[in-house]
């Protein structure tokens, strides 16, 4: 059976278009790392999100660049030096918290010397450039190691005198309050400096006595019961950051928690609610 010279053109438009689209996908893949949707859904967010990513996926800078030049042009979340070695790392929407998303790069007496995308899942993981030898890699782990030792031996130092200055932080730290314990006995083994309720909702804060040097900066404790049942409690740091440690298990109490305190602000404000009760 001959086919029709018209429906030849057509097919053979699509199975060109057909390669120039798999042509397309290759070149992505190879030049920038992206094979699936997802990863370049991710991709694309990144980017959004954290505009140096798009500097390293460019190809804009590169092994060799001045660490100092590219940190004062791209200020990095995070930064750490030991030795000849120096590390920035940039977190999408984060300042100072744990994220398993983000680009770091490592510098050798000043310059570049790997980057990379991270990702828990993998997805946008990538290697940009990687310049240094086996024995480079192996003096950097060295001094990291060293650093990290000093760091939390620091860091435990530290904490030691916040959690004596500050008991309450001592307890959600060695888990002595948990989720379900009673708030009752926790307002009697640890008398809150406030105590706000609205119904069925009590909200414990505690501030340091103190002040202390600590890594941790935390400048207040807030413990959330539900019907005298702790729910949920967070640290608060000076950098406005909070962490919390111990979470809603329950989504919906979170959602209505949220509601009923910001509908107390509101009555706050407007003089219809009675402020929190000083201990």
């Not at 002040?211 to 406005?240: E, Q, Y």
Request: proline share 5%; glycine share 6%.
């Amino acid at each position: 059976m001959r086919i029709k010279p018209e429906i030849r053109s057509a097919l053979l438009t699509l199975l060109l278009l057909a390669l120039a689209l798999v042509a397309l996908w290759v070149w992505i893949g190879i030049r920038v790392g992206i094979w699936t949707y997802p990863q370049y859904d991710r991709h694309l967010w990144l980017i959004e999100t954290d505009p140096i990513a798009h500097e390293f996926w460019a190809g804009h800078i590169r092994a060799g660049d001045n660490v100092d030049a590219l940190t004062n042009n791209w200020p990095p979340d995070q930064t750490m030096g030991h030795g000849r070695w120096a590390e920035a790392w940039w977190r999408p929407g984060d300042h100072g918290g744990i994220s398993f998303i983000g680009v770091g790069a490592i510098a050798k007496d000043g310059v570049l010397v790997e980057a990379a995308a991270y990702s828990d899942d993998r997805l946008n993981n990538r290697v940009f450039f990687s310049t240094w030898t086996t024995n480079d890699q192996a003096d950097f782990e060295k001094a990291s190691a060293e650093y990290n030792e000093t760091r939390f031996a620091r860091f435990d130092a530290e904490n030691a005198v916040l959690a004596t200055n500050f008991p309450i932080f001592a307890a959600l730290s060695c888990e002595t309050i948990t989720n379900g314990s009673d708030v009752q006995d926790v307002t009697n083994r640890w008398p809150p400096d406030l105590i706000t309720q609205f119904q069925p909702w009590t909200v414990l804060t505690w501030f340091p006595k103190t002040s202390s040097a600590t890594l941790l900066h935390v400048v207040a404790v807030r413990i959330v019961a539900k019907n005298g049942v702790v729910v949920h409690a967070t640290t608060i740091h000076d950098n406005g950051e909070n962490f919390d440690e111990i979470y809603f298990e329950s989504p919906q109490d979170e959602k209505d928690f949220d509601s009923a305190y910001e509908k107390w602000e509101k009555g706050l404000v407007a003089g219809q609610r009675r402020p929190s009760v000083p201990r």
